[in-house]
């Protein structure tokens, strides 16, 4: 497609469930990047994938957190047994990796009841 | 890892210039300033980046002072529609060689008045 897509748009989930989060990032793009923004606050970086190398996870806030990729496709983060302080807006970003702009998606509104 | 600093909030009128500052002093010589915004409810979008030349292009341009530790970006002619955080980042060395993460800090709220 011709943007960042993530899904679904948004999720309420009871405490302790677990869920999972999709980023389809434009096609051809090596690098992609997952951040979190509770409401009110300044993205918070989490975890990003270039190309083939072993991910920077150096944002992952706890071990409930973890996130894969298929070679330059989709991206899956998953996030276990679920906290309140989980609530966010998690975002996904991608780039060519030349040094050009990231194009971010419209994010996926977490909601943990 | 370069850190930016910038105002919380600022105030300009439609139709007016909106310069928008950012400090990063300790940036390297090797590290990239990059401005994106954010509106509500949207995820960041890209504006225009610079090492050290001024650059320009149709959203806005940005002005590096010759030492590099500040830099302004200019939204010419501002719309109602510029409302938005905007934040101002410089682009650090991931661990994982060749790649790059963006580290947003707070950002500038500015608000264009009618």
């Known amino acids: 497609g011709a943007g960042v897509s993530q899904s679904p748009s948004n999720k309420v989930t009871e405490k302790g469930k677990d869920v999972e989060l999709r980023c389809d990032p434009i096609s051809g793009h090596t690098a992609l990047y997952w951040y979190r923004q509770r409401l009110g606050q300044g993205l918070e970086f989490l975890i990003y994938f270039q190309g083939n190398s072993a991910p920077d996870k150096s944002g992952l806030p706890s071990d409930r957190f973890s996130a894969e990729r298929t070679g330059e496709s989709v991206s899956t983060l998953t996030i276990q047994r679920t906290q309140q302080e989980d609530s966010a807006v998690y975002l996904c970003?991608?780039?060519?990796?030349?040094?050009?702009?990231?194009?971010f998606g419209s994010g996926t509104r977490l909601t943990v009841v | 890892d370069a850190k930016t600093t910038q105002p919380t909030s600022m105030d300009c009128a439609e139709g007016r210039a909106a310069n928008l500052p950012c400090n990063h002093s300790?940036?390297?010589?090797?590290?990239?300033v990059y401005w994106y915004r954010q509106i509500h409810s949207q995820g960041p979008q890209y504006i225009i980046h610079?090492?050290?030349n001024n650059e320009t292009n149709e959203m806005a341009s940005l002005i590096i002072t010759e030492d590099r530790k500040s830099s302004t970006l200019i939204l010419p002619h501002a719309t109602l529609r510029d409302t938005a955080v905007y934040y101002c980042i410089v682009r650090v060395a991931g661990r994982i060689q060749g790649a790059q993460k963006l580290v947003f800090g707070q950002g500038t709220r500015l608000t264009i008045n009618p």
């Open positions: 610079g090492l050290k």
């Open positions: 970003a991608s780039s060519s990796g030349t040094g050009d702009g990231y194009t």
């Open positions: 300790t940036i390297s010589g090797n590290e990239y």
